[in-house]
């Protein structure tokens, strides 16, 4: 996004243009045709940097004008809430007020009490502030998003990019190729996930102990905190409707030999057939943070503020070891619009300090933990290290019949032949995809070739459905704060998918094509720049032959040179799982928070999110992060009502 503005400055002069386009009229000025003709030479460039250009303005050009288009979801029929959506009651929340300062020049902090604050109202923290909540404390839940209630959803996909996600719906890693999905809302990736709830494979849990030496995570305590947690959401697979996409993927599995099965869902143990989750669910069938954690710690008492951005932790005093003693945070807070809106010109912010008696928890998601850790001068080497993403490529098919994609559940089905590939737990699980318009028809932007094919291949989408590659990635990356923000808030992050996780998610492809063709697609295509799509033609529209028709064969080979060498360097992935940012180990050489959670170096300050993950889970970590939170909540509640130091007991 930042390149592609920097960029417009650029050939939006003269000099500019004649740099970047051959000539000294802007780009704003060319005809249209001439237009495409510039983004075709970049696209098509010897130079790197016009490919970079013409992957930055593809992207948000198509992405802007699939959102924008005032014909585009008429043409798919595509309706503005899922068919029959009734609206749920939800849950009164009920949030903290303060007042604008009277000395205007100078505003004075608000201070507030309590026993525990905690940063984050998503999946991880609201189970913790349930469990606190649930040993006595007074708990303090805060978070710098906003609560949208369910007459507010499903937003549009423009108000759902500016108020659900973080940075208007994606952040680019620095060189532009990895595309980060992250919530950012009161209930944070809870409001906009898609129900998976799957648990923490053995050979992962196993992986995880070794690597950490942390005995917990092969333990009968971590199953029963998974389970108690998929207990309160009512997780399931009984209810399950499959949709037209994610029964082409079991059936396709089937034909091929493939293990193909249900997900469990977190929908109260009900049917919930509503493909508009990503973007709020109105109807509260999903029982995410807000339908269920939440409520329950309001109901034992906890305290919410919404609008609040901590800069840093507080700090008084060291206990008897030396560790400094975190007893609060301060921050800023800012209002609601005289509407209870937050985009009027009437809003105000207003310092607060929280003292908290009995430690801080961190719940505030991999991407932004880090900084808040550094922000309160944690010094560890760990901290912002270890990032593990979740990497995908996106597989598509056209049928010849109307499929209505984004009907039904988003992801109710996962074939695992391919998630241990190297026999050390990596590889790839394949699973369906949303298929909102504006947030799959875009990652597919180096398909365009003109105006008209572009705007076809998207009215096509009526006839489609999507999945992704999921890996369980051996690489890592780092988050880190933007050099050029003094206030160290603005978060940027490196990652490079590494050449065996290339391969693997390129396998994952491979097995989709094949479970599409013998579906009958149409037309097979991935989001891989070089590879064509592959196009049935009249002779083979039987199956009779499998996956054995020659042209059908000669057309992998594309994608079997993938699974050889990996992904062409330019290839650009997408995702939704963050982790292992502020990782939990044994040492504090080697990890970031000890067995407890707490932070090396400090007495009180805890983390409690998908940060803590030794490596990357493999599976939709919401379940597995809840599981963690629940167990790292019991020892603090422990800690915090017998009033004795358990030290780093390991759970």
């Not at 349930?130 to 006595?136: H, K, R, T």
């Not at 009027?344 to 908290?356: L, M, N």
């Not at 597989?395 to 032949?417: E, M, R, Y």
């Amino acid at each position: 996004m930042t390149h592609s503005l920097l960029t417009h400055t650029a050939y939006s002069t003269r000099l500019g243009s004649l740099a970047l386009i051959g000539t000294t009229t802007s780009f704003a000025d060319l005809s249209i045709s001439e237009r495409q003709q510039v983004l075709q030479g970049w696209r098509d460039a010897r130079l790197p940097l016009f490919r970079k250009l013409f992957r930055s303005l593809a992207a948000l050009l198509t992405q802007t004008w699939v959102r924008l288009s005032p014909t585009l979801g008429n043409v798919l029929a595509y309706p503005r809430v899922p068919l029959n959506h009734n609206f749920g009651e939800g849950f009164p929340f009920k949030f903290l007020q303060f007042p604008p300062s009277d000395t205007p020049v100078k505003a004075s902090p608000e201070t507030i009490e309590t026993d525990i604050v905690l940063v984050g109202s998503g999946c991880t923290g609201a189970v913790a502030a349930s469990m606190l909540a649930d040993a006595g404390l007074s708990v303090l839940v805060v978070d710098k998003s906003y609560y949208y209630s369910p007459k507010h959803l499903p937003m549009s996909e423009v108000d759902a990019a500016r108020n659900l996600f973080a940075n208007g719906g994606v952040t680019c890693s620095d060189d532009g190729l990895m595309n980060l999905v992250a919530g950012s809302c009161w209930g944070g990736g809870g409001t906009v996930n898609w129900s998976a709830s799957l648990h923490l494979q053995g050979y992962v849990r196993e992986a995880w102990r070794a690597s950490s030496g942390i005995p917990y995570f092969t333990s009968a305590a971590f199953q029963n905190d998974m389970d108690a947690v998929c207990e309160v959401m009512g997780v399931g697979t009984q209810y399950i409707e499959h949709n037209f996409g994610n029964k082409q993927l079991l059936e396709g599995a089937r034909k091929l030999g493939m293990n193909g099965k249900a997900v469990p869902q977190n929908t109260g143990g009900a049917a919930h057939s509503c493909g508009y989750c990503t973007l709020g669910c109105g109807s509260c069938g999903k029982k995410g943070p807000t339908e269920t954690w939440l409520p329950n710690a309001a109901r034992k008492g906890a305290q919410f503020i919404e609008g609040f951005e901590v800069e840093e932790v507080i700090y008084e005093g060291k206990d008897a070891a030396g560790n400094r003693k975190a007893t609060g945070v301060r921050g800023l807070w800012t209002s609601r619009d005289s509407n209870s809106g937050t985009s009027g010109t009437d809003r105000y912010t207003r310092p607060v300090v929280i003292k908290a008696k009995h430690g801080v928890v961190i719940s505030a998601g991999a991407m932004h933990t880090p900084l808040l850790l550094k922000r309160s001068g944690i010094t560890n080497p760990h901290v912002g290290r270890h990032l593990h993403l979740h990497p995908v490529s996106f597989c598509g098919a056209k049928f010849d019949q109307d499929t209505h994609p984004w009907d039904g559940s988003i992801l109710t089905s996962v074939v695992n032949d391919f998630e241990n590939q190297d026999g050390q737990g990596h590889g790839v699980k394949m699973e369906a995809t949303t298929m909102i318009p504006g947030l799959w028809i875009p990652f597919y932007a180096s398909f365009w070739e003109d105006a008209l094919k572009w705007k076809t291949f998207a009215a096509e989408m009526r006839n489609s459905c999507g999945y992704i590659s999921l890996a369980r990635d051996e690489g890592e990356g780092r988050v880190y704060p933007d050099p050029a923000d003094k206030s160290q808030k603005r978060m940027m992050y490196s990652y490079k998918v590494s050449k065996k996780d290339k391969k693997h998610i390129a396998k994952g492809l491979l097995a989709f094509a094949k479970i599409l063709y013998v579906q009958g697609a149409r037309e097979i295509f991935v989001s891989v720049p070089g590879i064509p799509s592959f196009v049935r033609t009249e002779q083979q529209t039987t199956n009779d032959d499998g996956v054995n028709n020659a042209d059908f064969q000669a057309w992998l080979t594309h994608l079997e040179r993938l699974v050889e060498v990996g992904h062409p360097a330019e290839a650009q992935y997408a995702s939704a799982h963050q982790m292992g940012s502020a990782r939990m180990g044994s040492s504090k050489y080697t990890s970031a928070v000890d067995p407890n959670g707490q932070v090396w170096g400090t007495n009180g300050l805890y983390v409690v999110d998908t940060s803590v993950f030794p490596q990357a889970s493999g599976v939709n970590p919401m379940v597995t992060g809840m599981g963690v939170a629940r167990g790292l909540a019991r020892g603090i509640a422990e800690r915090a009502t017998t009033g004795k130091d358990t030290g780093r007991a390991k759970l």
